[in-house]
């Protein structure tokens, strides 16, 4: 058994070395109707002292698994599949040579394929995070079935951390290893112990290299007199809802063109996207995530990019500029 004192030392090197400067508090029910979201966000820091409550119960952090697009955590989200799309999927990591465990939560009165959970793999090191989404996506595609719905996390929206007390629940639920599910309710202490044992991180040597999708090609990189990519031409150069897609948007279900805002925890598809004097542009109507894409009403793939790679204007035009 490790020292008393291993717990907080323990999960912020696993799943909080990023330091992210935001996190939210999952409400319980009650809250939750009355201010109309499921967790509400802030800014700072997570303490050690809240990851002893966070562990214990008291409270349920939620955080983003990436900073300045950089990760070392790739969380996938279950919608739907429950606990065999959660086995699935750590069989699949296994045939990768990969380690991931997972988290299930029964919701009691719920069909076994609209069951929600988490699994986790940590890597090494921080690294691009389009690199950790990519491999998201090939293991949703290699264990996709037909009513699951499963996402990718290493983005800057808050995902919740594992461990967690599900506050409308009052249940951990199970971690699961590999095949073993352990019951988190009974002693989670003893839980995190199991983790701790088992735990191993992934070699992010072996994560997939991308091309920086964001930047315009060549061809079109430079404007005929030799000023450089201006913010009309990026726009020309790209589709709002192309990059919305990069930064993790998910299209809602038999919507048209609606989206699970990619930058704050989204429960009920806010970002829409349209057309308006033959341009498109998008919009996220959450009244109160504090989203940067709620802040206009119109929002162009220049704006998109500024607030997926966390920049403003002058630095985006610098950056794509290689100024």
């Given at each position: ?7 907080v ?28 979201q499921?967790?509400?966000e ?14 214990t119960?008291?409270i ?22 429950g ?7 750590i ?5 990768r040579?990969?380690w ?17 959970g ?8 921080m ?13 949703i ?13 290493a983005?800057?929206a808050?995902?919740r951390?594992?461990l ?32 701790y ?49 990069f ?11 609606l ?39 119109r ?17 985006a ?7």
């Open positions: 058994m490790p020292p008393t004192d291993w717990r030392e323990f999960f912020r090197r696993a799943f909080l070395r990023h330091a992210p400067r935001r996190y939210a508090l999952m409400l319980t029910p009650n809250e939750a109707q009355r201010r109309g499921k967790y509400m802030r800014r700072g820091a997570i303490t050690d002292t809240m990851i002893v409550r966070h562990l119960g008291a349920t952090l939620a955080a983003p698994a990436a900073s300045d697009n950089r990760a070392h955590l790739l969380p996938l989200d279950i919608d739907a599949g606990i065999e799309a959660i086995h699935a999927l069989a699949e990591t296994k045939v040579d990969l991931a465990f997972g988290q299930y939560c029964l919701r009691q009165g719920l069909a076994e394929e609209v069951q929600r988490y699994v986790w793999l940590p890597f090494d090191r690294v691009d995070a389009a690199r950790l989404q990519a491999l998201g996506a090939g293991l595609a290699a264990i996709s079935q037909p009513g699951w719905k499963i996402e990718p996390r983005i800057h808050v995902t951390l594992p967690a007390r599900h506050r409308h629940t009052g249940h951990f639920g199970d971690l699961v290893i590999g095949d073993q599910r352990i019951n988190i309710d009974r002693a989670p202490a003893g839980a995190l112990a199991e983790l044992s088992v735990y191993r991180e992934n070699l992010s040597a072996s994560l997939p290299k991308l091309p920086t999708f964001p930047q315009p090609a060549t061809t079109s990189a430079h404007s005929r007199n030799g000023e450089g990519i201006t913010i009309s031409q990026y726009n020309q150069a790209h589709d709002v809802e192309d990059l919305i897609r930064y993790g948007a998910r299209p809602a279900r038999r919507c048209g063109l989206y699970f805002c990619p930058f704050h925890r989204d429960e009920h598809a806010s970002l829409g996207v349209y057309r308006y004097n033959g341009r498109r542009y998008c919009r996220c109507f959450s009244a109160h995530s504090d989203c940067p894409l709620a802040k206009h009403s929002n162009d793939a220049f704006n998109v990019y500024c607030i997926g790679e966390r920049i403003d204007a002058k630095e035009l610098r950056r794509l500029n290689a100024r």
